[in-house]
T-cell receptor
Framework: DAGVIQSPRHEVTEMGQEVTLRCKPI?????LFWYRQTMMRGLELLIY????????DSGMPEDRFSAKMPNASFSTLKIQPSEPRDSAVYFC?????FGGGGGSYEQYFGPGTRLTVT | KQEVTQIPAALSVPEGENLVLNCSFT??????LQWFRQDPGKGLTSLLL?????REQTSGRLNASLDKSSGRSTLYIAASQPGDSATYLC????????FGDGTTLTVKP
């Protein structure tokens, strides 16, 4: 399997511009996660989906951030408008299933998108 | 709110030494705990997953233990090698994942 695929790998944009990050999970996985990693705050969960449905978006920092999963093989994270403080590495991860009752499986991470907002 | 702490923040050892990385968490109501490795500028690689009902997991030179009641997990690395140099993160999963800040390991040849 190709693993989790993210694009672009690097993105440099100016403040105020719209940014769209893309993720293709591992085929067959039905849970997908978006994380943000910074030196100051470490790795933070932004949102996760089960079977294409957003389950917990409490980590999304504000209304400028939105995420969608239109089908089982594709998800986007959009920032509009972008700000310099959004600069970070954004990771997408997927797993077979995420939840309680013994149904939690390993999360597999993509290589990340390094976002720089100037 | 779940809090995850990893000690030490950084560790430097000579090649061949056995070592232990620590992870502690405040809420013991977890589904599982996962250890990852992250190389500079790269994504996270899963090393071991321990379900809440398990006490330990082993993979090669790695052994992870879990004591849910005391809120602790350890990652034991045997016969360390320079290629083990990386940042090691633990993630506690309880409906959502909470990560520690990691331990940066340097293994000197």
């Amino acid at each position: 399997d190709a693993g989790v695929i993210q694009s672009p790998r690097h993105e440099v944009t100016e403040m105020g511009q719209e940014v769209t990050l893309r993720c293709k999970p591992i085929s067959g996985h039905n849970s997908l996660f978006w994380y943000r990693q910074t030196m100051m705050r470490g790795l933070e969960l932004l949102i996760y989906f089960n079977n294409n449905v957003p389950i917990d978006d409490s980590g999304m920092p504000e209304d400028r951030f939105s995420a969608k999963m239109p089908n089982a093989s594709f998800s986007t994270l959009k920032i509009q408008p972008s700000e310099p403080r959004d600069s970070a590495v954004y990771f997408c991860a997927s797993s077979l299933e995420f939840g309680g009752g013994g149904g939690s499986y390993e999360q597999y991470f993509g290589p990340g998108t390094r976002l720089t907002v100037t | 709110k779940q809090e995850v702490t990893q000690i030490p923040a950084a560790l430097s050892v000579p090649e061949g030494e056995n070592l232990v990385l620590n992870c502690s968490f405040t809420d013991s109501a977890i589904y599982n705990l996962q250890w990852f490795r992250q190389d500079p500028g790269k994504g996270l690689t899963s090393l071991l997953l321990i379900q809440s009902s398990q006490r330990e997991q082993t993979s090669g030179r790695l052994n992870a233990s879990l004591d849910k009641s005391s809120g602790r997990s350890t990652l034991y690395i045997a016969a360390s090698q320079p290629g083990d140099s990386a940042t090691y993160l633990c993630a506690v999963n309880a409906g959502k994942s909470t990560f520690g800040d990691g331990t940066t390991l340097t293994v000197k040849p």
